[in-house]
């Protein structure tokens, strides 16, 4: 066989191996495997890789500058994300887009915003472990991609799905902890914030305010240093 042969003969069996991607968990995504966030999308909105692409509507790939120096992961899509196609919409993000706001950040021009999973869970429950694990590599093209300096993880369920952390994150919130080569901050969820309105020195909403300061000093550092 000559070296032309092998030659396609391995491109087709790459080319064959991505389209399986969305069929099966088990199929790799290699890091460069998507050269774009639409390709990716594609992949995503035809995705089988976990149960939960069973009954969404819409998988939900992300939302904001797809230079961005800082990119914020939540968990998965609810309902009003599962019907729009975009990550953090309704009050959540309607929270989320303010927090950014108070500190001259925005998902225009500053932020990517994605989740661990990209197709709603039934009824709003956690991600299991496997669904986290089936997803994950999409969310590592995105980071790839995206190449964020910074990386906001909201709520446990983030933290745990990205780093392996397992940490509470009233524990480990408004800490910096460097995750292959970047910096990464665990912060409440909006949705948490929602839940606990209070503005007290030591409440949730003070200490979001404390940690989203400490992340535009970085952020301005970073910019200054580049
Ligand atoms: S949650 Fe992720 S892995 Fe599961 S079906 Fe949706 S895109 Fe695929």
Known sequence: MSSETQLSLFDD?????????????????PP??????????????????????????????????????????????????????LP??????????????SVNLSTEN??????????????NRV????????????????????DPKIILLTGASALKGLTGEKRAITKIRGQWLEWEGRLCMPIFHPSYLLRNPSREVGAPKWLMWQDIQAVRAKFDEIQKNT
């Open 13 to 29: 069996s790459t080319f064959n191996q991505q389209e399986l991607i969305p069929t099966d968990a088990k199929i790799p995504i």
């Open 32 to 85: 460069g495997t998507y050269s774009s966030m639409t390709e990716l999308a594609q992949h995503c909105n035809q995705c089988h890789r976990c149960a939960l692409g069973d009954t969404r509507t819409h998988a939900v790939v992300g939302r904001g500058n797809l230079q961005a120096s800082i990119m914020i992961v939540g968990e998965a899509p609810g309902q009003n994300e599962d019907e729009t196609g």
């Open 88 to 101: 953090f919409v309704g009050k959540s993000g309607q929270l989320l887009e303010k927090i950014l706001a």
């Open 110 to 123: 500053d932020v990517y915003i994605a989740n661990i999973n990209k197709c709603r869970p039934p009824n």
């Open 127 to 146: 991600p299991t472990t496997d669904e986290m694990v089936a997803c994950k590599p999409y969310l590592l093209e995105q980071i790839r991609l995206v």
